[in-house]
């Protein structure tokens, strides 16, 4: 039983001695900042490993004497107090983490506004830069190009193996061709045999901001299930190329 102090109260206990960290808890934590550091030049040797050659390994040496010093704080602190901070780190981590990736693929997230509307507007040229159009492959395979036949919209084919840009009868009639005063003279193998067309130059073609006036066309006698859009057109450009599934054109004024 207790003795009583003067005024009839308990004599306040001595405070606890403050024990020690465990050298479990040490070992774990040397473990931990060990294997980050580690981690850490392993990331840097296999993304760019010419910079460890030319880095200052002073400053290094600083840093990584540096974490443990910032870091030995964690082992005095406790359990809800290290998950409290954990929480904070992870978030940092995260952020510090989309930062990274967004530098790293800053080119590609340029481009990224593009190419989401050269992939929904399939058919229609888009520009992507300065004198250059692409356009979608479309789900049959091939490149339709959806222009315009003095101010008319006509749905082309490119097909690269035509020498002429031709017109349908039916994008012909839809144009405001006057199809009875056509003269039906010219030839070409086809792969149905020997087909007819009649010349005819067009006031203006459009592909997108690319214009040509006066631009000469086949328009061909017998139906057809779309209009070409031919190497006589192609040839009036700077370059074009196929990268994947776009067709990429460029062009000089």
């Keep these: 039983m207790s003795q009583l102090g003067p005024w009839g109260a308990e004599p306040p206990q001595p405070p606890r001695p403050v024990s020690g960290v465990s050298w479990r808890r040490w070992l774990a934590w040397l473990i931990l900042v060990g294997a980050g550091v580690a981690l850490l030049a392993l990331l840097l040797l296999r993304a760019s490993p010419w910079t460890l050659h030319d880095v200052d390994w002073v400053r290094v040496a600083w840093a990584v004497l540096l974490i443990p010093a910032l870091s030995a704080g964690a082992l005095y602190a406790t359990r809800r107090q290290m998950l409290h901070g954990a929480g904070y780190v992870a978030v940092w981590a995260a952020i510090v983490a989309v930062l990274a990736v967004g530098y790293l693929y800053r080119a590609e997230l340029a481009e990224a506004p593009q190419r989401l509307r050269v992939a929904l507007g399939v058919g229609a040229p888009v520009a992507t830069g ?25 749905p082309f084919l490119v097909d690269t193996g035509a020498s002429n840009t031709v017109l349908s009868p039916a994008d012909a009639q839809r144009v405001g061709v006057d199809m009875a005063a056509l003269r039906y003279d010219q030839t070409a193998e086809t792969a149905n045999g020997l087909g007819y067309g009649a010349r005819w130059t067009a006031d203006r073609l459009d592909i997108g901001p690319i214009r040509r006036d006066a631009f000469p066309m086949d328009i061909n006698k017998a139906p057809m299930s779309g209009s070409l859009l031919g190497m006589s057109f192609l040839n009036t450009l700077e370059s074009y190329e196929v990268r994947g599934d776009q067709l990429i054109l460029r062009w000089r004024e």
Excluded: K, P, Y
């Design 130 to 154: 300065t004198h250059e159009l692409r356009v979608m492959r479309s789900e049959g395979g091939a490149f339709v190009i959806v222009g315009e036949v003095n101010g008319r919209r006509v």
